[in-house]
């Protein structure tokens, strides 16, 4: 359900339907997350999940929903 | 609290002007559909062949000097916050104090900071006069980070513009014009934003990296300020941010749960000035009817280094 959500906020960040991203999108496979996409799900990613994730650095390198989820299960947020 | 207060405020920018029309010819691959609407930002001015960060600064200088009638003579203090120097010795603020035709007696340096640089500014001036060494001080925040762009860079390019400001710091009776400050550093980004000899002297930046770095320490550092100052948030009048994009105010301004109307948004013909935005920003709230005598008005700088700083200040009629 936490993955799901994760998929959803980044679709609705890169202004694409829910449901259109899965957990295997990123960079390779969705033409919205390019450099400036990508700025627009961090700060959905901050919005859902709270200012606790601003300070994960390593978040700033993800490529794919996948490494999103892999660090929000590190950090304890899901 | 500091006796000090900000008098005047005049910026220049070159002449040219790239519109985001113009970079889509050189660059048919950008998306100008998925940029404008993050970045803001439609036109930006851009330096000529053999046009300097020091000449922009000089134009803004006289401008304030014409417009208002300062007596040079009475200046005694030039500081000139740039990453874009004439030289790498002499400081290029020595030399500005020629082409100005300052006194001698006039301490001129070079500081060398980004995007809180001119809060940076603001403490140094309101410092040296609050305590007596200066009376006058001329601020110039000055960049042309277009020389350190790669033509390829569709990040730096639609974003960066180049511009020029002055600011004139002056003593003031009563305290509560300038300050107080809040100011820091985070060496860890070093390297987030870069022009480095090697490997190219090109312009670096990690753009998720700043993005996460704003979005972290800005808006603790406007509330280390409010708490400083003992105002609340509805106290403020008018925000002043960095102009760094579109995308980084509308985060800003959603973290901190900001009534937009209180935000100054400048970006839109001038890009991001680095130093000299939060001057320019401030000269069109002014020339938009944004601001009256009394406002409350609070700067927040805020980038390479990482570095950040803020402050407030109290809107006098005229600037």
């Known amino acids: 359900m936490k993955e799901n959500d994760i998929c959803n906020v980044v679709a609705e960040a890169l202004g694409l339907k829910p449901g259109n991203v899965s957990v295997n999108d990123g960079t390779e496979t969705l033409r919205e997350w390019d450099s400036l996409g990508f700025l627009s799900i961090l700060g959905a990613l901050e919005n859902k999940f709270g200012a606790q994730v601003a300070a994960i650095d390593d978040l700033a390198s993800v490529k794919s929903v996948k490494e999103i989820i892999d660090i929000f299960k590190k950090e304890g947020i899901i | ?319």
């Not at chain 2, 803001?40 to 417009?67: C, M, N, P, Q, T």
């Not at chain 2, 603790?220 to 980084?248: G, M, W």
């Open chain 2, 1 to 319: 609290m500091i006796n000090a207060k900000i008098t005047h405020i005049e910026y220049y920018l070159p002449e040219k002007i790239v519109t985001n029309e113009d970079l889509a010819k050189d660059n048919p691959d950008w998306n100008f559909k998925l940029i404008e609407p993050k970045t803001g930002i439609l036109s930006r001015h851009i330096v000529g062949e053999g046009e300097s960060a020091s000449d922009l600064a000089i134009h803004a200088a006289e401008l304030l000097i014409e417009k208002n009638g300062i007596d040079r003579s009475t200046i005694d203090a030039l500081l000139f916050c740039t990453q874009s120097p004439d030289y790498i010795l002499p400081t290029t603020a020595c030399a500005m104090q020629e082409r100005l035709k300052l006194s001698s007696g006039t301490a001129a340096f070079d500081f060398n900071l980004g995007c809180s640089g001119y809060i940076y500014g603001l403490a140094i001036a309101g410092a040296m006069v609050n305590s007596g060494i200066s009376t006058k001080v001329m601020l110039l925040c000055a960049e042309t980070y277009s020389k350190y762009i790669a033509a390829d860079d569709r990040t730096a390019r639609t974003v960066f513009g180049d511009g020029g400001s002055a600011t004139l710091i002056e003593s003031s009776e009563a305290s509560g014009a300038l300050g107080p400050f809040v100011l820091g550093t985070d060496g860890k980004g070093k390297d987030k934003i870069m022009v480095s000899a090697y490997p190219d002297e090109r312009l670096h930046i990690d753009g998720a990296a700043v993005f996460m770095f704003t979005m972290n320490k800005v808006p603790a550092c406007v509330t280390e300020l409010l708490a400083k100052a003992k105002k609340n948030i509805s106290d403020i009048d008018l925000f002043v941010f960095h102009q760094a994009s579109k995308v980084v105010i509308d985060n800003i301004v959603r973290i901190l749960s900001l009534d937009e109307s209180k935000v100054f948004r400048g970006y839109e013909d001038v890009g991001n000035t680095v130093s000299a935005s939060i001057p320019i920003a401030l000269k069109q709230a002014q020339e938009d009817g944004r601001v009256k005598k009394g406002d409350l008005i609070m700067l927040v700088g805020f980038g390479v280094g990482y570095s950040w700083g803020a402050t407030l200040i109290r809107w006098k009629e005229r600037l």
